[in-house]
């Protein structure tokens, strides 16, 4: 999905429902894009992405 957008470092992502924020946290790791957002409403996974965003 990100190689399709043509993500960048200029870029800003908002994923709503990002669950375990897989894509937020490969579009910063990965393409280097400038800000990520995401909007999770189930608490178990919002914990588990937040998780994993501290290890960037």
């Known amino acids: ?3 399709v ?3 960048s470092k200029d870029d ?4 709503l429902g990002c ?3 897989r894509i ?3 579009a910063v790791k990965d393409f280097g894009i ?3 957002v995401g909007y999770e409403i189930r608490e178990d996974l919002f ?3 937040s998780g994993e965003v501290e290890k960037l």
């Not at 800003?12 to 994923?15: N, P, T």
Request: charged share 25%; with cysteine; glycine share 10%.
């Open 12 to 15: 800003v992502l908002c994923d």
């Open 47 to 49: 914990k588990q992405a």
């Open 34 to 36: 400038k800000a990520a």
């Open 1 to 3: 999905m990100l190689e």
């Open 24 to 26: 937020l946290t490969t």
């Open 19 to 21: 669950g375990d924020g």
């Open 5 to 7: 957008a043509r993500a």
